[in-house]
């Protein structure tokens, strides 16, 4: 079993990938980021089991993001958790038609991020090992 998380995020705001790492920080994960789409895939794509979650941004492009790890076989299973602005039942919807297994509304809180992040790393290392 690993013995640090890693957890993938992906904003394209600098204030927002800081955040979520200072939180991040307090249960002690490993992290990496990207600002955008492409970059966040070619991380993935580097080392396909390297990351137990994604923190995905929904608006940059999120969805198609998204998308493309889930139809990749080896990446599929990594859980994604959307962080959005959007409040709206369509954006959320879609994104669990994807394939997001939870989303966190922006700006979040702290402990919120860190209890859905470590049971969604709970639930797939279950899964993995």
Same mark, same amino acid.
């Given at each position: ?6 957890? !993938? ?5 600098? $204030? *927002? ?10 249960? *002690? +994960? ?8 492409? $970059? ?15 923190? !995905? ?13 889930? *139809?990749?076989?080896?990446?599929? *299973? ?24 939870? +989303?966190?509304?922006?700006p ?14 709970? !639930? +797939?290392?279950a899964?993995? +090992?």
């Amino acid at each position: 079993m690993k013995q640090k998380p890693h957890v !993938l995020i992906v904003d394209d705001v600098v $204030e *927002n990938i800081q955040v979520a790492m200072n939180i991040l920080k307090e249960d *002690n +994960y490993d992290f990496s980021f990207a600002m955008q789409g492409l $970059e966040a895939i070619s991380l993935i794509e580097q080392d396909e089991t390297k990351f137990d979650l994604i923190l !995905l941004d929904i608006m940059m492009p999120g969805f198609d993001v998204c998308e493309k790890i889930k *139809n990749n076989p080896n990446t599929k *299973n990594i859980p994604i958790i959307f962080l959005t602005a959007k409040v709206d039942i369509d954006a959320i919807s879609k994104g669990f038609s994807l394939g997001a297994v939870d +989303y966190i509304i922006k700006p979040f809180h702290a402990e919120e991020l860190l209890v859905r992040v470590r049971k969604h790393i709970q !639930l +797939y290392w279950a899964k993995k +090992y």
